[in-house]
């Protein structure tokens, strides 16, 4: 059964930086897109980058993330990650992971001082 479990949140100042992890078991991650989401309390879910199976990984970005997250995968780990620099206060929330149908439990990032 397809499980995945995300990791790298916590609590980080503005302009810090976090690496999230996405691992999976089950399934092997090489053959599928994954995207990366977000909430913040009273919010709607929010997407903000996915990575493609094919065409050598390529990837989309929300604009609210453009130019300071990138997301990546390691075949080999089986990992996708999230990679978020220059981190605002505004980019607080609970992040998620998905493959499909298929969601982790979340991990959550805190942006403050």
């Known amino acids: 059964q397809l499980q995945l479990v995300e990791s790298g949140g916590g609590l980080v100042q503005p302009g810090g930086s976090l690496r999230l992890s996405c691992a999976a078991s089950g399934a092997t991650l090489d053959y599928y897109a994954i995207g990366w989401f977000r909430q913040a309390p009273g919010k709607a879910r929010e997407g903000l980058a996915c990575?493609?199976?094919?065409?050598?990984?390529?990837?989309y970005y929300a604009d609210s993330v453009k130019g300071r997250f990138t997301i990546s995968r390691d075949n080999a780990e089986n990992t996708v990650y999230l990679q978020g620099n220059s981190l605002k206060p505004e980019d607080t929330a609970m992040y998620y992971c998905?493959?499909?149908?298929?969601w982790g439990a979340g991990t959550q990032v805190t942006v403050s001082s």
């Open positions: 998905n493959m499909g149908s298929n």
């Open positions: 990575i493609s199976s094919t065409n050598g990984g390529s990837t």
